[in-house]
């Protein structure tokens, strides 16, 4: 069986809401300033990435960690499904596929936003960045990986899967092409009508 894999942050949720206010509550909490509407327009990369830009390395752990304890009260409710998320998801099952979600979150936190959309992945997996991205993709079988950061394609394209960008996030289409897209969507509600141009005879669990 073959799987589609597809990022978390700004390809199915449009996180910024939740997550602009956990850092909001984290900067009032610490008293270190966070700009969070800058911290949202570079979602992608592990949050020790971010958290690193406003403390401290010796800081960076323990203001990591509060993040987190915060981000279930603060982050989950404002962060709306992105449109054609759910749609997309469906088209993968109706095709005889299975649903992967791979994100630089934690996969507890990640599963609350999935819980909390509706939104059903066969398989979830978190902290997954750049190589463990690749990883994953190769060990699941997938046919395709969809994501809006430049490293999202950059792992499709290590681990020979078909990359489809989304310019709702960060990245630009040209960027996004640039780093091994396949092709660019402006959203997921184009989605559907792409994947069956995809092809989907790759697998390496129940072929």
């Known amino acids: 069986m073959f799987s589609v894999g597809f990022d978390l942050d700004m390809t199915l949720v449009d996180s910024r809401p939740g997550i602009a206010a956990a850092f909001r509550r984290l900067s009032a909490l610490t008293g270190v300033p966070i700009d969070a509407d800058l911290a949202v327009t570079r979602l992608g990369p592990p949050l020790e990435h971010e958290i690193a830009y406003w403390y401290p390395a010796a800081e960076v752990p323990a203001a990591v960690a509060r993040y987190r304890a915060l981000y279930p009260d603060h982050a989950v409710a404002p962060s709306p499904a992105l449109p054609g998320a759910a749609e997309a998801l469906a ?91 396949d092709t660019v969507l402006a959203d997921l509600r184009g989605f559907p009508l792409l994947l069956a141009q995809i092809p989907l005879g790759r697998g390496v669990t129940g072929d």
């Open 91 to 181: 088209a993968v099952r109706a095709a005889g596929g299975r649903v992967l979600v791979l994100t630089a979150k934690k996969t507890e936190l990640a599963a609350l936003h999935l819980r909390h959309l509706g939104l059903v992945a066969d398989e979830l997996r978190g902290l997954a960045w750049a190589d463990g991205k690749a990883l994953a993709l190769r060990e699941t079988g997938a046919v395709a990986y969809v994501g809006d950061h430049v490293a999202d394609m950059a792992a499709a394209r290590a681990a020979g899967v078909f990359a489809v960008g989304v310019t709702t996030g960060p990245c630009t289409a040209d960027e996004l092409v640039q780093a091994g897209a």
